[in-house]
């Protein structure tokens, strides 16, 4: 498995729960990845909206849609081999979604054609709100 990071971009953040967010994307990626293949971490601005987004990239089989809006709620296991998995809690997403939140950011998730995207939207610098809604 390769790891590729491309871009540049700063942004307001509380470090550790930064680092949080990002490990646990990355924990599912190199999951969910087949051998062999590149796992991509991408920064670049936001686009109209203003604002920092992370993207974290893997190949591997589309999540199915019906699953892709529950896929940030607590204790939600897409895959069923891993409902009983002792590895496996469900919560690395919703932890994620719930510091996107805290600094006044949102998650999302795309997967389609083998590829699955997992975004992280940071407001611009002035709105960022670590822990304000702790
Ligand atoms: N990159 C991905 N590709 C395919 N499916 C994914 C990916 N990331 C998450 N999923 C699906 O979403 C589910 C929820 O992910 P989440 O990180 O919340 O829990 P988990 O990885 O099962 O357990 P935990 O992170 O608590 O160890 C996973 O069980 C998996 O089915
Ligand atoms: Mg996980």
């Known amino acids: ?22 490990t646990n994307l990355l924990d599912n990626a190199l999951r969910h990845a087949p ?3 590149t796992v991509q971490v991408n920064l670049a601005g936001a686009g109209e909206e203003g604002g ?9 089989p589309a999540i199915a849609p019906d699953v892709l809006p529950h896929i940030f709620g607590r204790f ?9 998995s002792a590895s496996s809690t469900g919560l690395g997403l919703a932890i994620v979604d719930s510091i996107m939140r805290l600094h ?14 997992f975004s992280l939207l940071f407001p611009s610098g002035g ?5 304000a809604a702790a």
């Not at 006044?104 to 995207?117: F, H, I, M, N």
């Open 104 to 117: 006044g950011g949102r998650a999302s998730v795309s997967s389609s054609d083998g590829e699955t995207v």
């Open 52 to 60: 920092t987004c992370i993207r974290v990239v893997n190949a591997g």
């Open 76 to 84: 939600y296991r897409a895959d069923p081999s891993r409902r009983n």
């Open 35 to 37: 051998a062999g293949s």
């Open 1 to 22: 498995m390769s790891l590729s990071v491309a871009g540049d971009a700063s942004i307001h953040a509380d470090q550790t729960l930064l680092r949080r967010a990002v």
């Open 127 to 131: 709105d960022a709100r670590p822990l």
